[in-house]
């Protein structure tokens, strides 16, 4: 059956790659094998359940440093009435831990009996004295752990399918097990393939591509209990791939063949898998990911891996983001089938969507999300939804799943988010919209050491402020001149914000000033220049601080946008802008003097301005926030802004104003 | 400042030690390396925040294989009007990845576009067409990823302190890093000393105890992210102790010195702790595991391991349970400061306690608790308090914390637990009450292959009624028999399950007899023998089963409870009987044949009796009990329990009655 990239609803795919891993005598614990019992045994999983071979305690054992005694020899003792016991006859001294001779039943505690020497008097220390006395009877087994408190021989201390933790060793050891037997670790090899691959550290120029999916997968199978082999880049050549293939299928229990898995000129992985074995699913109905293949490798003869003769391979995306969900997706269950544990299962919250999201109906839709709670809701915003966009999985809270024939959700609609953090880490993450600032990296990784996780996403100036009424951020980064008054922030507060009480915090002060090639090629000096239509410029998105500050500046000078080549050409972050620039894509844009050194570019300084925090009051009084409001008076935090270019630190963690519109 | 066991608060322990480690420079992340990045990067800590080296992409990149085009050129183009684009002038063929050349800005799908030979035919597969005609116009940056899309050079990929994830190693890479700054793994000596310590695997005799701790230590370690030195065992000479101690603190960060850390005659840590260093604490009121040791051990000049010159010990006590809660108190935050991580913040739960619990004012008391929802209600049952029983952190599902000046807490009262486990696995588990019966290890056994955990506490068939009865288990064990009727478990449900509809359901029958050592040296045939006063019995606690079945028929003979030696003496398990008979406790005991095979022991079977499951309806018919219900009918589960001795499972899975009493 050759399917070229049909996509078929996820549970199809499953249900015809489980029947074949059934067929192929791989549907459970596919080997076990005994370790001792050490603390390499951590997360194992046990292939057997452990019976307790010993009880624990494995006799009678003394639970205090004293005197063993029969309780009833004891009898009638009281504060005015001791009863004497001779030592070696009717008492002997035992430490914790100490076996009970036969025949005793009781401990008296060493601080409460009396040791006597042969004449009478007491010696509190003797271990050996001639008697003791004592002065309260004592019930039989007090202070005695009785064989098997602990254990009892034959009782189950844990069932197959567990998954080892510390203490389980210690139970295990203590029912007298020395080895373990556990699920032997899957064996994966994962083959990279392109021509346009380097590896890891080796130089790029543009058109290649740095391999890393293969360490993602790596790093995903060792977390899984798996043991991965990263095989070398293989060329986009059919014959060297199926030889990569046959190898690794020999002794491997899994293949994953990276990229390729699509239906380009270049794409061999589907062919490859019909050449040495067979072909069950080429494309998935999810998203991102769709390309995926899975199949089966006929193992060739002469293979004494296992008993069975076919290795079950995965065609996984080359985009970053569909490759590690692929992995979670197939990769992940197989593991815990293999393993005999039960398949992870991500902690769920409820939150509600900032806003609507269509999905194509036909995909089962995995949505990024970052998810804060802001007050007393939880939210969930979505994040970028590109599949070649690691760096959205690296701040993703989570992932909503948008299943096949929704056609999305609508804002506000409740939504179940599989959390990639727990809980407590969205509980101390400061949800920051609005303008984007460099200073907000370094005030995410200074505040990543007080105990905060700062959330930050790109949205203007104005964007942020609309969040702020929404209830969607604690806090917005603006930088809103008011043509009118020269002020910063506060008309647009009174506009957007109406009945929110906030207080306006100054972060720093920053030069604004254009973007150029080193050395200036295109020679821009000012405003004017752009409107000549031969330079070509990029510009912010509408709402960001720094277009309404161009749009200012442009009025002022009678500059329209038509006369700006490349004015409807918008970015959201001034490194975006910066990148441009340096790419060759626009010759200049408007944006701050770090964006510029970060990519060597030159900076012409043209304006000061002010940027603010603005926080509503609920907030800014909140546990939350203090930490961050903390850095501002930091002295290394202040310092780590200063060593920017065009930074002005001066009013940092001023309030600038206190607002309560009505 | 010397203090021989002298519980202070954990508050006041903490501060002194943190300031001892402020002090010897040890406050922080105390050394760090640079590490290749690939898969074994996984789970470090980074301690420099990553910023991107490289924008990613790092060039405009085609996100299509298709036709690069200049966007102003295909203005106008449309169904009826087509633009045709001549090949090497005013298009390139791309392939998804490949650069975009300098001139380009957009990319026609190769599927949009209608490549033409040199006479004006269309040749869908060409790649070097002469030209391509298209039939919409596309606006610029469609299908491409611009250069920085995922990453812009110089933006904060990570922060010091986060934990390394599969995807975070991607976006490491991706970024341009091939090497990453992490923490390095805090290198902890663990020494266990003791002379009645074994080495795990070798045989033990009364006396002996089988040295696990440090493999917990170990274990727990390495799961936070240190690397562990397991030595062997030292005897209890405060020489060799000293002298490993200091060995140890020569090459490593920190010393876990493993038992004799109270105040005993043969406890030399404390004193060792003065010799070659500072003992800081001797006595941290938390139970169970007060007698913890903090101290700092000054390394000998010759070290050349690190600048700092003092190693911080902790002694850690002896009874397993306080040695894996002294981990968790003081190692974890120890390693998660010298990480640069936040520390282990375990999930959390409100449940309410299902009776009330008494605490020593005194201590912070740690109080291993079994979760189970039952109903609308999450309830937290404590389980054994003491500290030699490791199982009971194995079974527990969390920690409640009673604070050092509570009194206890409540039946009914609210408690936090600190889980170990999954809200997941909380909501999956099955909480049995009542009756103990072997083949109830079995049960469990195979439920946690259907996606079920069995927790079951043993408080005999009454207590299982009542528990029921106060809705806090799903299920009881029962095995009552009614003198009156000569019928099972229907008698006590109307007296204490009054109102509540349940379902009994058979779950095996079982003989009851005496077990005695083998070839019955004391020479018990019958009930009848036990009135002699000379054989000693064991007995099991009032409200079980086997208690009733004993009552019942000693009436029959007329023997009154004086008459019976070890008649007052209880056990809660049959395993606890046979333990106390193959351990020369007492004679003989009444109980099932399983339990006396288990440990060797011969079994007089004196009666056949029925174990029923007690099941309220609203449990019976809910989805947590489906496939317990479905394995009383499973061929596999049948056969296993008919291998244990004096089963009968004919019965099994029978509804013996269906009440429901107003």
Not at 506 to 512: D, E, F, P, S, Y
């Amino acid at each position: 059956m050759s399917i070229y990239l049909h996509d078929i609803p996820l549970a199809q795919a499953q249900a015809r790659f489980a029947e074949a891993l059934q067929t192929a005598g791989l549907a459970g614990v596919i080997a076990t094998e005994e370790i001792p019992l050490n603390e390499n045994a951590l997360g194992r999983v046990l292939a057997e359940p452990v019976w307790a071979k010993l009880s624990s305690p494995h006799y009678h054992a003394s639970a205090m440093d004293g005197f063993a005694v029969r309780a009833t020899e004891t009898e009638g003792a009281s504060l005015s009435t001791p009863v004497t016991l001779i030592y070696g006859i009717q008492t002997t001294y035992v430490d914790t831990g100490d076996p009970l001779p036969l025949w005793a039943n009781a401990v008296i505690p060493i601080e409460e009996a009396e040791p006597q020497t042969a004449t009478g008097t007491v010696d509190p220390a003797a271990r050996r004295p001639y008697a003791i006395r004592i002065r309260a009877a004592t019930p039989p087994w007090k202070h005695v752990r009785p064989m098997g408190e602990d254990m009892v021989a034959t009782e189950l201390v844990l069932p197959a399918g567990h998954v080892l933790r510390p203490v389980d060793l210690g139970a295990c050891a203590g029912s007298g097990h020395h080895e373990l037997r556990v699920a032997r670790k899957p064996r994966v090899a994962i083959i990279p393939t392109g021509t346009e691959l380097k590896p890891i550290g080796e130089p790029v120029q543009a058109g290649d591509i740095i391999e890393y999916n293969s360490v993602v997968l790596a790093a995903q199978v060792r977390a899984w209990g798996g043991e991965p082999t990263r095989y070398p880049i293989t060329v986009d050549d059919f014959d060297l791939i199926q030889a990569q293939v046959v190898d690794a299928a020999r002794d491997h229990d899994l293949v994953l063949l990276l990229a390729g898995s699509s239906a380009g000129s270049e794409d061999f992985s589907a062919r490859v898998v019909e050449a040495v074995g067979t072909l069950l699913v080429h494309g998935v109905a999810v998203r991102p990911g769709h390309p995926v293949i899975l199949g089966m490798v006929e193992r060739s003869p002469q293979s004494s891996f296992t008993l069975q003769s076919s290795t079950p391979i995965i065609g996984v995306p080359g985009y970053p983001v569909s490759a590690a969900l692929t992995g979670e997706i197939f990769v992940e269950p197989l593991l815990a089938r293999w393993l005999g544990r039960m398949p992870a299962e991500p902690l769920t919250l409820t939150a509600q969507m900032t806003r609507k999201v269509t999905s194509p109906g036909g995909d089962d839709d995995y949505m990024r999300v970052v998810v804060g709670q802001v007050g007393a809701r939880t939210l969930a915003a979505p994040i970028s939804r590109g599949a070649g966009v690691i760096s959205s999985l690296v701040r993703a809270d989570g992932i909503v799943v948008l299943p096949s024939g929704s056609q999305g959700v609508a804002a506000g609609e409740a939504v179940e988010v599989r959390l990639y953090r727990t809980p407590r880490d969205i509980a101390r993450t400061i949800l920051a919209m609005g303008s984007h600032d460099m200073t907000l990296d370094l005030l995410a990784q200074f505040l990543a050491g007080k105990g905060r996780r700062l959330a930050s996403a790109n949205v203007g100036s104005q964007g942020g402020l609309v969040a702020l009424k929404r209830g969607e951020a604690h806090l917005a980064g603006s930088h809103l001149l008011d043509p009118e008054t020269g002020e910063y922030n506060v008309a647009y507060i009174q506009r957007y914000l109406p009945g929110v009480p906030v207080v306006g915090v100054t972060l720093v002060g920053r030069a604004q000033g254009l973007m150029v090639l080193r050395g200036n090629p295109c020679r821009v000096q000012s405003l004017a220049d752009l409107a000549g239509k031969e330079v070509r410029f990029v510009n912010r998105q509408r709402g960001a601080g720094t277009r309404v500050l161009l749009d200012y500046h442009m009025t002022q000078l009678g500059i329209v946008p038509l006369q700006v080549q490349g004015y409807d050409q918008e970015e959201y972050t001034h490194l975006a802008v910066a990148a441009a620039v340096a790419s060759g894509r626009a010759d200049c844009g408007l944006g701050i003097a770090a964006a510029a050194q970060a990519l060597g570019l030159d900076f012409l300084p043209l304006f000061q301005e002010r940027y603010d925090l603005i926080i509503p009051e609920d907030h800014y009084n909140s546990l939350l926030l203090a930490p961050l409001l903390d850095l501002l008076a930091d002295g290394a935090f202040r310092a780590a802004v200063a060593t920017l270019p065009g930074y002005d630190v001066s009013d940092m963690g001023q309030i600038a104003f206190r607002l309560e519109i009505v």
